[in-house]
């Protein structure tokens, strides 16, 4: 059973970082791709970016692009979300999940083709 647990959500004012991670149950990150999803209320869940099994590849959604970095450490199990020139409108529940494979273009981008999801860390940015 894959166990996924988010920590340091936070608040941090508009233009400032923070860091996210997600500490994996043994071996995740080495034969899962990690993604990062995030919700505010009342909206679908949005895809933020992800990083392939190998760690050879990344993906992030558009509102994103430029400013957050997923990136990894197999050796601690560990995947994280950098987010940089965070804006007000990154403000939501992030949450990492895993999945073991999918076909198409852009499917990582989907939160089905993710089978194992962590409880979720709060990000507020404040102006």
């Known amino acids: 059973q894959v166990h996924l647990v988010e920590s340091g959500g936070g608040l941090v004012q508009s233009g400032g970082s923070l860091r996210l991670s997600c500490a994996a149950s043994?071996?995740?990150?080495?034969?899962?791709?990690m993604g990062w999803f995030r919700q505010t209320p009342g909206k679908e869940r949005e895809f933020v970016g992800m990083?392939?099994?190998?760690?050879?590849?990344?993906w992030y959604g558009d509102s994103v692009q430029g400013r957050f970095t997923v990136s990894e450490d197999t050796a601690l199990d560990t995947v994280y979300l950098q987010m940089d020139h965070l804006k007000t409108e990154d403000t939501a529940v992030y949450y990492c999940?895993?999945?073991?494979?999918?076909?198409?273009?852009?499917?990582?981008?989907?939160?089905?083709?993710?089978?194992?999801w962590g409880q979720g860390t709060q990000v507020t940015v404040s102006s």
């Open positions: 990083i392939s099994r190998t760690g050879l590849s990344t």
């Open positions: 043994e071996r995740t990150a080495s034969n899962y791709a």
């Open positions: 999940a895993a999945g073991q494979s999918c076909l198409g273009y852009g499917c990582w981008t989907k939160e089905n083709e993710y089978a194992y």
